[in-house]
């Protein structure tokens, strides 16, 4: 019999750009590509990372599974870009 394929939720595919400031105002952000299918999840993670205070971090939107494939990136895990 063969094995059944595993299914696979399309949202861990998905990744989320999340933007760290250090203050309002800050030119120069810090951003990341999180493997994350979620905002709130995102956020939470680099912050938890980080340090930060939720305030500090933005969600600016999703990315496709394309770029969390070429980053090589595992669902839960973030780099800055």
């Given at each position: 019999m063969p094995a059944s394929p595993a299914i696979v939720d399309p949202r861990s595919l998905l990744g989320r750009l999340v933007r760290v400031r250090s203050h309002p105002g800050d030119y120069q952000p810090l951003l990341y590509v999180v493997a994350a299918g979620?905002?709130?999840?995102?956020?939470e993670i680099v912050a938890s990372a980080l340090s930060r205070p939720r305030e500090d971090v933005e969600d600016l939107g999703p990315i496709n599974e394309t770029l969390v494939?070429?980053?090589e990136?595992?669902?839960g895990q973030y780099t800055r870009i």
């Open positions: 979620e905002p709130e999840q995102a956020v494939a070429t980053l990136l595992k669902p």
